[in-house]
T-cell receptor, first 115, second 117 residues
Framework: GDSVTQMEGPVTLSEEAFLTINCTYTATGYPSLFWYVQYPGEGLQLLLKATKADDKGSNKGFEATYRKETTSFHLEKGSVQVSDSAVYFCAQLRAYGGSQGNLIFGKGTKLSVKP | DTEVTQTPKHLVMGMTNKKSLKCEQH?????MYWYKQKAKKPPELMFV???????INESVPSRFSPECPNSSLLNLHLHALQPEDSALYLC????????????????FGPGTRLTVL
């Protein structure tokens, strides 16, 4: 069935380090892909999205490219800040079937950035 | 107005209480969702309303009862809950109904932190 797999955390980085959080998906068809971020004690915020192959989503210095050939949507940022500490969820929007329109989430990756 | 609001922010209730969670959006979105999120887990879908009609019920126990009085408002009525129902309850909305297809991203509210004693 459709699923999203993202790297296990927690990930601990120093400020200004390079960030990669891996995300791969299995899907019927070509789903839209999303990264959501959840800061401590808050709801989810949409960080970026991509709707078709080779699309690059970007926001607040974060980027992710929809790679159909590797079924991946890895999240990257060139220089992380302490304020980026949060849990990051990769998700796909199911494109077909009885649950069309449902979000399928990965398990989440907790990022901690140290000064 | 570009946000989803939820009230209350925190709720503590006993197992015999009846309470309600409220969610509101004024973005003209046509689908609204309830999710349950346990600590260190991703959100789990509970209910979906599409064009004010219940579209999806993910086999949620009847002690949770959703209601969509109008296109901007979504309620979740709670009765006879169990301690294991303690969680963060998230509401979300999306532009189109769930079968519209396309990049129908969901926008989440801040959640209600529910504790059942």
């Amino acid at each position: 069935g459709d699923s999203v797999t993202q790297m296990e955390g927690p990930v601990t980085l120093s400020e200004e380090a390079f960030l990669t959080i891996n995300c791969t998906y299995t899907a019927t068809g070509y789903p839209s892909l999303f990264w959501y971020v959840q800061y401590p004690g808050e709801g989810l915020q949409l960080l970026l999205k991509a709707t078709k192959a080779d699309d690059k989503g970007s926001n607040k210095g974060f980027e992710a490219t929809y790679r159909k050939e590797t079924t991946s949507f890895h999240l990257e940022k060139g220089s992380v800040q302490v304020s980026d500490s949060a849990v990051y969820f990769c998700a796909q929007l199911r494109a077909y079937g009885g649950s069309q329109g449902n979000l399928i989430f990965g398990k989440g990756t907790k990022l901690s950035v140290k000064p | 107005d570009t946000e989803v609001t939820q009230t209350p922010k925190h709720l503590v209730m006993g197992m015999t209480n009846k309470k309600s969670l409220k969610c509101e959006q004024h973005m003209g979105h046509r689908a609204m969702y309830w999710y349950k999120q346990k600590a260190k887990k991703p959100p789990e879908l509970m209910f979906v309303y599409s064009y004010e009609k219940l579209s999806i019920n993910e086999s949620v126990p009847s002690r949770f009862s959703p209601e969509c009085p109008n296109s901007s408002l979504l309620n979740l009525h709670l009765h006879a809950l169990q301690p294991e129902d303690s969680a963060l309850y998230l509401c979300a909305s999306s532009t189109h109904g769930v079968l519209a297809g396309g990049p129908n991203e969901q926008f989440f509210g801040p959640g209600t932190r529910l504790t059942v004693l």
